[in-house]
């Protein structure tokens, strides 16, 4: 088993910048890749991004190519997410989630997921 307790959310203005931090504990970190996702209120699950169990290799989303940026520490068993120029379509629930399939972009690839973390961007 693998916990992951994400943290970081808030209140922020359109432009302004968010890192989101998802703690893991449990089985070893390094052998995870891992990912971010985010759920608006009445919309699907939505891919973020993704990072390698080396950190070497990341994908994103089209939508926050260029803005997020993930980034993992596995000494401290923690994965970031770095959140800038965000926008209100950005507001949503946002999760961290563990796999042992490499990069993958699809929810159901995962197996362990946090509680989530709300990120709320006023216009």
């Known amino acids: 088993q693998v916990q992951l307790v994400e943290s970081g959310g808030g209140l922020v203005q359109a432009g302004g910048s968010l890192r989101l931090s998802c703690a893991a504990s449990g089985r070893t970190f390094s052998n995870y890749a891992m990912g971010w996702f985010r759920q608006a209120p009445g919309k699907a699950r939505e891919f973020v991004a993704a990072?390698?169990?080396?950190?070497?290799?990341?994908y994103y989303a089209d939508s926050v190519k260029g803005r997020f940026t993930i980034s993992r520490d596995n000494a401290k068993s923690t994965v970031y997410l770095q959140m800038n120029s965000l926008k209100p379509d950005d507001t949503a629930a946002y999760y961290c989630?563990?796999?042992?399939?490499?990069?993958?972009?699809?929810?159901?690839?995962?197996?362990?997921w946090g509680q989530g973390t709300q990120v709320t961007v006023s216009s």
């Open positions: 989630a563990a796999t042992t399939r490499g990069i993958v972009t699809t929810g159901w690839e995962y197996d362990y």
């Open positions: 990072i390698s169990w080396s950190g070497y290799n990341t």
